[in-house]
């Protein structure tokens, strides 16, 4: 009675928490569709950019946390410019003269940095500024970040966005079918590994031979071939800048490409035991999948240890199956 009980009020907890999500969406969406209906730049460019930023202040120390409905972050300095003697400065024509990029979006005569609309509304106008097709927004990107990396996570996001035509890609899988036979520990960190680097920076999932490998999350397919350690490998970029590593496959899933974009439970290869040598090296180490995790914060890309994130999917999608039962 006690363990069912608590499974009850747990799954009460996630329903309600699922519950609150879509308000929040709808209030951006419609943030976005109200600047793509100004400014003509498509709103999934506009949910890219945003959701980038937001991405990148859960994990920056310098930058002020997140808390409104848009997450774009434009510093006092850009937003007034960067003579201006008032640095909170809300007078459209004075931001100007500075040449600051504050403009006022909602109407109300002032260009308010803490208001949603004119946030976002700020950025799409600096965005216009260099034209309106895909590569000029890229180019009005890197003018902006001053990293390709950055352009590039931000374009393949509103590939993303653009393929699914919603916000709310929250939902992940556990990288094999749950029903395979397999295991694994946490070795994160651990001096030995088949991942090919000197820690290792992943945990190895071990199963059989030609075990489906399934994508983790929502995203886009950003590395596909060889590599002398990890053997045949998969990078996909997901919705929150996180990167998720998958290696030593035995194939890839047919007509895979890079540039795709993948959704949580879709098969992308097969276990196997490649690495270790010249391209089609295999055998070397008992069939696994070692699967890393990398954060990019803007600046930097660092791995994290994935295990408690498995552990966790692995749980939902046993509570999931038995639900449905
Ligand atoms: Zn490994």
Same mark, same amino acid.
């Given at each position: 009675?006690?363990?069912?009980?608590?499974?009850?009020?747990?799954?009460?907890?996630?329903?309600?928490?699922?519950?609150?999500?879509?308000?929040?969406?709808?209030?951006?969406?419609?943030?976005y569709?109200?600047v793509e209906?100004?400014t003509q730049i498509p709103w999934y460019y506009l949910a890219a950019i945003d959701q980038y930023?937001?991405?990148?202040?859960? &994990?920056?120390?310098?930058?002020?946390?997140?808390?409104?409905?848009?997450?774009?972050?434009?510093?006092?300095?850009?937003?007034?410019?960067?003579?201006?003697?008032?640095?909170?400065?809300?007078?459209?024509?004075?931001?100007?003269?500075?040449?600051?990029?504050?403009?006022?979006?909602?109407?109300?005569?002032?260009?308010?940095?803490?208001?949603?609309?004119?946030?976002l509304?700020?950025f799409a106008?600096?965005l216009l @500024?260099?034209?309106l097709d895909h590569?000029n927004l890229k180019?009005g990107l890197?003018?902006?970040?001053?990293?390709?990396?950055?352009v590039?996570?931000i374009a393949?996001k509103a590939k993303?966005y653009r393929?699914?035509?919603?916000?709310?890609?929250?939902?992940?899988?556990?990288?094999?079918?749950?029903?395979?036979?397999?295991?694994?520990?946490?070795?994160?960190?651990?001096?030995?590994?088949?991942?090919?680097?000197?820690?290792?920076?992943?945990?190895?999932?071990?199963?059989?031979?030609?075990?489906?490998?399934?994508?983790?999350?929502?995203?886009? &397919?950003?590395?596909?071939? *060889?590599?002398?350690?990890?053997? *045949?490998?998969?990078?996909?970029?997901?919705?929150?800048?996180?990167?998720?590593?998958?290696?030593?496959?035995?194939?890839?899933?047919?007509?895979?490409?890079?540039?795709?974009?993948?959704?949580?439970?879709? &098969?992308?290869? @097969? &276990?196997?035991?490649?690495?270790?040598?010249?391209?089609?090296?295999?055998?070397?180490?008992?069939?696994?999948?070692?699967?890393?995790?990398?954060?990019?914060?803007?600046?930097?890309?660092?791995?994290?240890?994935?295990?408690?994130?498995?552990?966790?999917?692995?749980?939902?999608?046993?509570?999931?199956?038995?639900?449905?039962?």
């Amino acid at each position: 009675m006690g363990t069912f009980l608590l499974f009850f009020s747990s799954t009460f907890a996630v329903r309600d928490a699922h519950a609150k999500e879509p308000d929040v969406y709808q209030e951006r969406m419609k943030l976005y569709k109200k600047v793509e209906t100004i400014t003509q730049i498509p709103w999934y460019y506009l949910a890219a950019i945003d959701q980038y930023e937001r991405s990148i202040r859960q &994990v920056r120390r310098d930058l002020p946390k997140a808390e409104s409905v848009i997450a774009i972050y434009i510093s006092p300095e850009k937003w007034a410019g960067l003579t201006n003697p008032n640095p909170t400065d809300q007078n459209p024509a004075t931001i100007q003269l500075f040449n600051g990029l504050g403009v006022d979006g909602d109407g109300d005569g002032k260009a308010d940095s803490n208001n949603d609309e004119d946030v976002l509304y700020t950025f799409a106008h600096y965005l216009l @500024s260099y034209g309106l097709d895909h590569d000029n927004l890229k180019i009005g990107l890197w003018n902006y970040y001053h990293r390709d990396k950055t352009v590039g996570i931000i374009a393949g996001k509103a590939k993303v966005y653009r393929h699914f035509g919603r916000l709310n890609l929250d939902d992940q899988a556990f990288p094999m079918p749950i029903r395979a036979n397999h295991s694994y520990r946490s070795t994160w960190g651990d001096a030995r590994g088949w991942g090919g680097r000197r820690i290792h920076e992943g945990t190895d999932i071990f199963a059989g031979y030609g075990v489906p490998v399934r994508a983790t999350k929502y995203g886009i &397919v950003e590395m596909k071939g *060889w590599n002398k350690f990890g053997g *045949w490998r998969i990078g996909i970029r997901d919705i929150n800048n996180t990167y998720h590593y998958f290696a030593h496959l035995n194939g890839f899933a047919k007509d895979l490409s890079v540039g795709q974009v993948v959704e949580p439970g879709m &098969v992308i290869g @097969s &276990v196997g035991s490649s690495g270790y040598g010249p391209p089609g090296t295999s055998g070397k180490f008992p069939p696994h999948l070692h699967y890393g995790m990398y954060k990019d914060n803007g600046i930097t890309e660092w791995s994290f240890d994935p295990y408690p994130h498995l552990a966790m999917w692995e749980r939902q999608e046993r509570i999931k199956i038995r639900k449905r039962r």
